[in-house]
């Protein structure tokens, strides 16, 4: 049997009819998760750049990432991958392309916000080289009715 971790990852640039599926990758995700519409205006949007990786060429979605564009500044706006299918390199390949992808679009910097209480996503991002380089106070909900400081994490793009 193949390890899961030597399985192909598939990935093809998002298209509008992948919103369902990323609206219900985000909601397994987020506390406040985004509707149908958003995620379809979103990849819509010329501004936009996004990913999604499966594990076969038909296969559905298992992860994907979102950002978006202003000049020279990317913002990743979402980035996430299916609970069954993390801990696999699935997130990995997907920010590895992405990054290319953001280059080509000439963005020059990068940044994204993240929850400082998120270990996951914050391990993760050192990987690659994304830095904290300022924080917001009482910004996420949380389930609990608390709020979540935000951490900006940012890294160039040469
Ligand atoms: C963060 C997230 C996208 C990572 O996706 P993933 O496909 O599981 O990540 P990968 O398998 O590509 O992991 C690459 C590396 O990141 C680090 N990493 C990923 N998840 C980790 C975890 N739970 N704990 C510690 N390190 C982790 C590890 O260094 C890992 O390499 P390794 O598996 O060889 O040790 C995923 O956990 C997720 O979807 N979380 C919910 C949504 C979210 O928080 N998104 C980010 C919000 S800003």
Known sequence: MVPWRQKPIVLRNLRTDDAPRLARLHANAFHRGWGEDEFE??????SSVGEGAAFSERG?????????????????????VDPTARRKGVARALLSHHLERLRERSARELFLEVDEGNSAALAFYENFDLKPVASRQAYYPRASGERGTALILRRALD
Do not use: D, K, M
């Open 41 to 46: 205006q979103l990849i819509a949007s010329a």
């Open 60 to 80: 559905n979605l298992q992860g994907f990432v979102l950002s978006r564009i202003a000049a020279t500044e990317a913002e990743i706006l979402s980035i996430v």
